[in-house]
Every structure is written in C-alpha cells, then in structure tokens.
T-cell receptor
Framework: AQSVTQLGSHVSVSEGALVLLRCNYSSSVPPYLFWYVQYPNQGLQLLLK????ATLVKGINGFEAEFKKSETSFHLTKPSAHMSDAAEYFC???????????WGAGTKLIIKP | ETGVTQSPTHLIKTRGQQVTLRCSSQSGHNTVSWYQQALGQGPQFIFQ???????GRGNFPPRFSGLQFPNYSSELNVNALELDDSALYLC?????????????FGPGTRLTVL
C-alpha cells in the first residue's frame, strides 16, 4: 500500500532562516505529488504540485519542492521564513487510482521571531 | 467566484445517531471529494463524486454514504455514529475528476460524537 511520511510533526525555524519540510513516499508507479498548507480555521490550500516534466517545482509564497525519484522524496523548501508562513503543511501523493490522494500526517511549522 | 462552503461548522451528536454534512462546490466544478481528518493526522479519503455518481471510495464502511446533486453540491451521511467518527470532515471540489486536478477545500465541519 502506498504511504506518505513527513519527518517531524513540528519544525521550528527563526524568521529569515531556511525552511525545509521533508516528505518521503512509497509508490510502485510514478506518482503525482502535492504540498498543501492549512492555516488555522481555513481550508487546505494548494502550494505546489508535481505531475510531469521539470522536477523542481515552484509554488506560491516563495515555496518550492524537488521531486527526487531515486530517493522517493518531495521535500518542501523556502529560502527565508516569514512569520506568515506559520501553518500546518501536508504532503500528498496520488494513489493507485485516478481519484485518491494519500496524505501525510502533516508538519506544523513554527516561526520564531 | 465563491469558494467551497460547508455546513454546519460544528456539530455535536451522540453515539448511534445519524448526521448529514453539506458541501457547496466552487462554481464550474463537477467533482467533490470528502475527507475525514482526525486530530493530529492527515486527511483520509472517504469518497469522490463526479457528475452525481460515486467515482471512487476509500477504506470506509458503508455507513458512510453520500450524494451529489445536479448543481454539484454534495452531502455526506454517516449512520450509527461511533466515538471514532469524531473528526474534521473536509469537502474539496475540482474542475473535473482526475487526481492531477487541483482540489479546492472548504473550511470543514467539526463533528464531535459523545
């Protein structure tokens, strides 16, 4: 069965520091990969996705992620953290079906002033 | 463009009762997916509706059922509620079916089963 692992339920960085949120997946077929962000009391919002083509994907709010097939990873990065980035981040991967996403447990990003 | 809305925002039920949650999809979207998000976990896929038909289902028992209406709004019904059904229920709409299509999420309905 496919699965998604997000390393670290909480990640704390200082404002202005590099943000790195890790996502590894298991899949027997080339997947579609997604990062979503969830702000308190708001719906999940798509940050970026990889379907085909260039493995470095740029998203909204200065985030980007790189698909590394050999490492089965899709880590999310941002060069300089901002206070407004504090939220919970979810990695998701397409399942064997064409309708189902498999989600990680989420990583809460904490920004220290 | 109106986003995805869900009602009610909060709901408290007792074990054994039945509940109906509602979702209005974003304009122009014909696909609705429902997810259960337990505290501290990622969303778990319940099922998807595409043009009023169930298009796929996750690992949830038959007491979880749904409907999609001609205007593409949707309902999630849960019968014989159990304590473990306490969770945030998320609805997401997309322009069409297919997992590569962006899903737009509503804020969710928080269900508490006592």
């Amino acid at each position: 069965a496919q699965s998604v692992t997000q390393l670290g339920s909480h990640v704390s960085v200082s404002e202005g520091a590099l943000v790195l949120l890790r996502c590894n997946y298991s899949s027997s077929v080339p997947p579609y990969l997604f990062w979503y962000v969830q702000y308190p009391n708001q719906g999940l919002q798509l940050l970026l996705k990889y379907t085909t083509g260039a493995t470095l994907v740029k998203g909204i709010n200065g985030f980007e992620a790189e698909f590394k097939k050999s490492e089965t990873s899709f880590h999310l990065t941002k060069p300089s953290a901002h206070m407004s980035d504090a939220a919970e981040y979810f990695c998701a991967v397409s399942g064997n079906s064409n309708y189902q996403l498999i989600w990680g447990a989420g990583t809460k990003l904490i920004i220290k002033p | 463009e109106t986003g995805v809305t869900q009602s009610p925002t909060h709901l408290i039920k007792t074990r054994g009762q039945q509940v109906t949650l509602r979702c209005s999809s974003q304009s122009g979207h014909n696909t609705v997916s429902w997810y259960q998000q337990a505290l501290g976990q990622g969303p778990q896929f319940i099922f998807q509706y595409y043009r009023e038909e169930e298009n796929g289902r996750g690992n949830f028992p038959p007491r979880f059922s749904g409907l999609q209406f001609p205007n593409y709004s949707s309902e999630l019904n849960v019968n014989a509620l159990e304590l473990d059904d306490s969770a945030l229920y998320l609805c997401a709409s997309s322009r069409t079916s297919g997992v590569n299509n962006e899903q737009f999420f509503g804020p969710g309905t928080r269900l508490t089963v006592l």
